[in-house]
């Protein structure tokens, strides 16, 4: 889906898009790029964990468990992205079997069993402004963290990081989008 706007998130833990810029001097060289992505699932992996053999072996390949060659970890190897978005995740290589291709197979067709009953709906922020602000503060703070696993002392940070939520208004936040929700939902 394309459009001639830009729709920002209410907040930076918004969402992920995909876009092009109007910058671009071939923006449908740039859609046609991001298809591929999309559809080929080699370029995908290529992108996502780097150079088979040299970033990654494959472990199991029905399942799509992956591994680090010997010698490689995710601190010596020169490819290493685990934040990528490229692709149509469920032919992602995955580096834990608890992760693996069944697994993901089945969720998917749980998901596709069950829609969600929220389709049309949009959170109306303007009450909770301030404490949204609040929230992507804290996300702020603790995320980098979090996310790189930096912390020497996780279980501790992670527990002031749930109270910092708390405090910044996370569970008021989530009761009036649960509450416009169900007018919502009751109106359709």
Known sequence: MTSDSFYTAQSSSGGTFWTV????????????????????????NLILWGIEGE???????????????????????????????YGDRRYEYVWDASNDKATNEAYTQEAMANPTKAVGYAYNTINMATKIA?????????????????????????????????????NDIIADNQAQFDEWLAQQ
């Open 55 to 85: 970033h990654f072996e494959i472990a199991d390949a029905d399942n799509m468990l992956i591994k680090f060659p010997e010698g490689v970890d995710g601190n010596t190897s020169s490819y290493y992205n685990t934040l990528g978005l």
């Open 134 to 170: 609040n929230v992507d503060a804290v996300l702020t703070q603790y995320l980098p963290t979090l996310e790189s696993g930096s912390e020497s002392d996780l279980d501790s940070m992670y527990e002031q990081f749930l109270a910092d939520l708390e405090n910044a208004g996370i």
């Open 21 to 44: 810029p109007i910058t671009s001097t071939d923006p449908e060289a740039a859609l046609r790029f991001l298809d591929y992505t999309y559809s080929n699932h080699d370029l995908h």
